[in-house]
């Protein structure tokens, strides 16, 4: 009998992470660990580093396969 519960409990387990959706990495990813690193006293160093992300992690720039 217990044996049976275990296999029933291990194949609805096995039904239920068969289904789950994995999360995809985007531009947005992209974006928000680059702007992570521009921590800087100096604001302008931050805003030169923050546009050096926007141009890095561009979707557009993505999709043609420009990707570093």
């Known amino acids: 009998m217990e044996k049976k519960l275990l296999i029933v409990l291990s194949m609805i387990l096995l039904i239920v992470s068969a289904n789950m959706e994995t ?3 985007d531009a947005f990813d992209c974006f928000d660990s680059c702007i992570t690193g521009c921590v800087n ?3 302008r ?3 030169r580093c923050e546009r050096k992300c926007r141009i890095r992690c ?3 720039r993505e999709a043609n396969g420009h990707l570093r």
């Open 23 to 25: 999360v995809n990495a």
């Open 58 to 60: 561009d979707p557009a």
């Open 45 to 47: 160093l931050t805003t």
């Open 41 to 43: 006293p100096d604001p």
